[in-house]
T-cell receptor, first 118, second 118 residues
Framework: AQKITQTQPGMFVQEKEAVTLDCTYD???????LFWYKQPSSGEMIFLIY??????QNATEGRYSLNFQKARKSANLVISASQLGDSAMYFCAMREPYASNTGNQFYFGTGTSLTVIP | DTAVSQTPKYLVTQMGNDKSIKCEQNLGHDTMYWYKQDSKKFLKIMFS???????INETVPNRFSPKSPDKAHLNLHINSLELGDSAVYFC?????????????????FGPGTRLTVL
Protein backbone atom coordinates (compact mmCIF):
# COMPACT_ATOMS: atom_id res chain seq x y z
CA ALA A 1 0.00 0.00 0.00
CA GLN A 2 1.12 3.52 -0.70
CA LYS A 3 2.28 5.36 2.36
CA ILE A 4 1.47 8.77 0.91
CA THR A 5 -1.16 9.36 -1.75
CA GLN A 6 -1.58 12.55 -3.70
CA THR A 7 -4.45 12.05 -6.09
CA GLN A 8 -4.19 15.34 -7.98
CA PRO A 9 -1.37 15.22 -10.52
CA GLY A 10 -2.18 18.76 -11.64
CA MET A 11 -4.18 21.67 -10.28
CA PHE A 12 -5.01 25.14 -11.54
CA VAL A 13 -5.99 28.11 -9.42
CA GLN A 14 -6.76 31.72 -10.18
CA GLU A 15 -4.40 34.25 -8.69
CA LYS A 16 -5.57 35.48 -5.25
CA GLU A 17 -7.86 32.48 -4.79
CA ALA A 18 -7.31 29.73 -2.23
CA VAL A 19 -6.44 26.18 -3.25
CA THR A 20 -6.36 22.86 -1.42
CA LEU A 21 -3.88 20.14 -2.32
CA ASP A 22 -4.91 16.71 -1.13
CA CYS A 23 -2.78 14.22 0.76
CA THR A 24 -3.72 11.00 2.49
CA TYR A 25 -1.34 8.80 4.41
CA ASP A 26 -1.16 5.29 5.71
CA UNK A 27 0.48 4.36 8.99
CA UNK A 28 -0.20 2.22 12.02
CA UNK A 29 2.19 4.22 14.19
CA UNK A 30 0.84 6.66 16.76
CA UNK A 31 3.82 8.96 16.46
CA UNK A 32 4.53 10.41 13.03
CA UNK A 33 5.18 13.68 11.28
CA LEU A 34 3.62 15.13 8.15
CA PHE A 35 5.29 17.62 5.85
CA TRP A 36 4.74 19.62 2.73
CA TYR A 37 7.51 20.66 0.39
CA LYS A 38 7.47 22.93 -2.63
CA GLN A 39 9.63 22.30 -5.67
CA PRO A 40 9.63 25.21 -8.14
CA SER A 41 10.88 24.79 -11.68
CA SER A 42 14.36 25.78 -10.49
CA GLY A 43 14.48 22.39 -8.77
CA GLU A 44 15.19 23.04 -5.11
CA MET A 45 13.05 21.42 -2.40
CA ILE A 46 11.63 24.02 -0.04
CA PHE A 47 10.15 23.01 3.30
CA LEU A 48 6.76 24.64 3.82
CA ILE A 49 4.96 23.27 6.83
CA TYR A 50 5.01 20.53 9.45
CA UNK A 51 2.30 18.77 11.46
CA UNK A 52 3.05 16.32 14.26
CA UNK A 53 0.64 13.50 14.93
CA UNK A 54 0.14 14.70 18.49
CA UNK A 55 -0.47 18.30 17.54
CA UNK A 56 -4.09 19.14 18.24
CA GLN A 57 -4.18 22.32 16.23
CA ASN A 58 -3.69 22.59 12.50
CA ALA A 59 -0.29 23.97 11.56
CA THR A 60 -0.10 27.35 9.86
CA GLU A 61 2.84 29.16 8.26
CA GLY A 62 1.90 32.45 6.64
CA ARG A 63 -0.36 31.68 3.68
CA TYR A 64 0.06 27.94 4.18
CA SER A 65 -2.07 25.87 6.49
CA LEU A 66 -2.31 22.14 6.94
CA ASN A 67 -5.79 20.71 7.33
CA PHE A 68 -5.02 17.72 9.54
CA GLN A 69 -7.80 15.17 9.91
CA LYS A 70 -6.29 12.35 11.90
CA ALA A 71 -9.23 9.95 11.79
CA ARG A 72 -9.40 10.25 8.02
CA LYS A 73 -5.60 10.15 7.73
CA SER A 74 -5.51 13.23 5.60
CA ALA A 75 -3.13 16.18 5.66
CA ASN A 76 -4.26 18.60 2.98
CA LEU A 77 -2.30 21.74 2.24
CA VAL A 78 -4.28 24.95 1.90
CA ILE A 79 -2.67 27.90 0.17
CA SER A 80 -4.56 31.12 0.63
CA ALA A 81 -4.41 34.12 -1.71
CA SER A 82 -2.44 32.29 -4.42
CA GLN A 83 0.41 34.12 -6.08
CA LEU A 84 2.09 33.50 -9.42
CA GLY A 85 5.19 32.40 -7.53
CA ASP A 86 3.22 29.54 -5.98
CA SER A 87 3.30 27.70 -9.31
CA ALA A 88 5.38 24.64 -8.51
CA MET A 89 5.30 20.96 -7.67
CA TYR A 90 4.10 20.22 -4.14
CA PHE A 91 5.05 17.09 -2.25
CA CYS A 92 3.43 15.65 0.82
CA ALA A 93 5.68 13.53 3.03
CA MET A 94 5.46 11.48 6.19
CA ARG A 95 7.98 10.48 8.82
CA GLU A 96 7.43 7.31 10.81
CA PRO A 97 9.58 6.20 13.73
CA TYR A 98 12.75 4.41 12.70
CA ALA A 99 12.45 0.63 12.78
CA SER A 100 15.33 -1.76 12.24
CA ASN A 101 13.23 -4.03 10.03
CA THR A 102 11.95 -1.30 7.71
CA GLY A 103 14.70 1.26 7.91
CA ASN A 104 13.18 3.74 5.50
CA GLN A 105 10.98 5.99 7.57
CA PHE A 106 10.52 9.03 5.37
CA TYR A 107 8.04 8.72 2.51
CA PHE A 108 7.11 11.13 -0.24
CA GLY A 109 3.99 11.31 -2.38
CA THR A 110 4.11 11.58 -6.15
CA GLY A 111 3.46 15.30 -6.06
CA THR A 112 0.86 17.77 -7.35
CA SER A 113 1.77 20.30 -9.99
CA LEU A 114 0.09 23.61 -9.18
CA THR A 115 -0.32 26.32 -11.78
CA VAL A 116 -1.49 29.76 -10.73
CA ILE A 117 -3.31 31.59 -13.50
CA PRO A 118 -3.08 35.39 -13.66
CA ASP B 1 24.62 31.28 4.37
CA THR B 2 23.47 28.10 2.65
CA ALA B 3 22.17 25.57 5.17
CA VAL B 4 22.66 22.46 3.01
CA SER B 5 25.00 22.75 0.06
CA GLN B 6 25.88 20.31 -2.68
CA THR B 7 28.55 20.32 -5.32
CA PRO B 8 28.47 20.16 -8.22
CA LYS B 9 25.07 21.44 -9.28
CA TYR B 10 25.38 19.81 -12.70
CA LEU B 11 27.37 16.75 -13.62
CA VAL B 12 27.59 15.41 -17.16
CA THR B 13 29.69 12.32 -17.67
CA GLN B 14 30.19 9.25 -19.82
CA MET B 15 28.91 5.81 -19.01
CA GLY B 16 31.41 3.77 -17.04
CA ASN B 17 33.01 6.72 -15.29
CA ASP B 18 33.26 7.19 -11.52
CA LYS B 19 32.00 10.41 -9.97
CA SER B 20 31.37 11.96 -6.56
CA ILE B 21 28.84 14.44 -5.22
CA LYS B 22 29.64 16.34 -2.07
CA CYS B 23 27.21 17.55 0.57
CA GLU B 24 27.70 19.75 3.59
CA GLN B 25 25.27 21.09 6.16
CA ASN B 26 25.89 23.90 8.62
CA LEU B 27 22.73 23.39 10.66
CA GLY B 28 24.37 21.29 13.34
CA HIS B 29 22.10 18.36 12.45
CA ASP B 30 22.92 14.81 13.39
CA THR B 31 21.34 13.05 10.42
CA MET B 32 21.96 13.33 6.70
CA TYR B 33 20.32 11.67 3.72
CA TRP B 34 20.69 11.06 0.02
CA TYR B 35 17.65 10.97 -2.24
CA LYS B 36 17.25 10.23 -5.93
CA GLN B 37 14.56 12.03 -7.93
CA ASP B 38 13.79 10.44 -11.26
CA SER B 39 12.46 12.03 -14.42
CA LYS B 40 8.88 11.62 -13.16
CA LYS B 41 9.76 13.60 -10.05
CA PHE B 42 9.48 10.58 -7.77
CA LEU B 43 11.69 10.95 -4.70
CA LYS B 44 13.26 7.90 -3.17
CA ILE B 45 15.55 7.72 -0.18
CA MET B 46 18.87 6.02 -0.83
CA PHE B 47 20.90 6.36 2.36
CA SER B 48 20.72 7.90 5.77
CA UNK B 49 23.56 8.56 8.18
CA UNK B 50 23.34 9.51 11.82
CA UNK B 51 26.48 10.88 13.42
CA UNK B 52 28.60 9.35 10.68
CA UNK B 53 26.96 5.94 10.98
CA UNK B 54 24.85 4.36 8.28
CA UNK B 55 21.28 3.78 9.47
CA ILE B 56 19.34 3.36 6.26
CA ASN B 57 20.58 1.65 3.16
CA GLU B 58 17.77 1.13 0.72
CA THR B 59 17.99 -1.24 -2.18
CA VAL B 60 20.59 0.64 -4.09
CA PRO B 61 23.24 -0.89 -6.34
CA ASN B 62 26.53 -1.26 -4.53
CA ARG B 63 28.06 1.01 -7.16
CA PHE B 64 26.72 3.76 -4.91
CA SER B 65 28.78 4.30 -1.80
CA PRO B 66 28.13 7.04 0.72
CA LYS B 67 30.89 8.35 2.94
CA SER B 68 30.51 10.56 5.98
CA PRO B 69 33.84 11.96 7.20
CA ASP B 70 32.03 13.90 9.93
CA LYS B 71 28.45 14.61 10.82
CA ALA B 72 28.39 17.79 8.73
CA HIS B 73 29.36 16.02 5.51
CA LEU B 74 27.87 13.18 3.52
CA ASN B 75 29.37 12.47 0.13
CA LEU B 76 28.08 10.11 -2.52
CA HIS B 77 30.44 8.21 -4.75
CA ILE B 78 29.15 6.40 -7.80
CA ASN B 79 31.22 3.82 -9.66
CA SER B 80 30.75 2.62 -13.22
CA LEU B 81 27.98 5.04 -14.04
CA GLU B 82 25.06 3.75 -16.09
CA LEU B 83 22.47 5.54 -18.21
CA GLY B 84 19.79 4.77 -15.61
CA ASP B 85 21.71 6.72 -12.99
CA SER B 86 20.72 9.95 -14.72
CA ALA B 87 18.58 11.80 -12.18
CA VAL B 88 18.63 14.63 -9.68
CA TYR B 89 20.32 13.69 -6.42
CA PHE B 90 19.37 15.54 -3.29
CA CYS B 91 21.18 15.69 -0.02
CA UNK B 92 19.14 16.52 3.09
CA UNK B 93 19.64 16.81 6.81
CA UNK B 94 17.50 16.68 9.93
CA UNK B 95 18.13 17.16 13.60
CA UNK B 96 17.75 13.49 14.51
CA UNK B 97 16.27 10.29 13.21
CA UNK B 98 15.09 8.41 16.24
CA UNK B 99 12.03 10.45 17.02
CA UNK B 100 8.93 10.92 14.95
CA UNK B 101 6.08 13.28 15.58
CA UNK B 102 8.25 16.22 16.56
CA UNK B 103 9.43 19.17 14.52
CA UNK B 104 12.99 17.86 14.69
CA UNK B 105 11.91 15.41 12.00
CA UNK B 106 12.00 18.16 9.41
CA UNK B 107 14.44 17.52 6.60
CA UNK B 108 16.14 20.40 4.87
CA PHE B 109 17.29 19.79 1.34
CA GLY B 110 20.27 20.89 -0.65
CA PRO B 111 19.81 22.43 -4.10
CA GLY B 112 20.23 19.09 -5.88
CA THR B 113 22.77 17.76 -8.34
CA ARG B 114 21.55 16.99 -11.82
CA LEU B 115 23.51 14.00 -13.07
CA THR B 116 23.41 13.19 -16.76
CA VAL B 117 25.09 10.03 -17.97
CA LEU B 118 25.76 9.89 -21.70
Amino acid sequence: AQKITQTQPGMFVQEKEAVTLDCTYDTSDQSYGLFWYKQPSSGEMIFLIYQGSYDEQNATEGRYSLNFQKARKSANLVISASQLGDSAMYFCAMREPYASNTGNQFYFGTGTSLTVIP
Amino acid sequence: DTAVSQTPKYLVTQMGNDKSIKCEQNLGHDTMYWYKQDSKKFLKIMFSYNNKELIINETVPNRFSPKSPDKAHLNLHINSLELGDSAVYFCASSQDYSLAGTSTDTQYFGPGTRLTVL
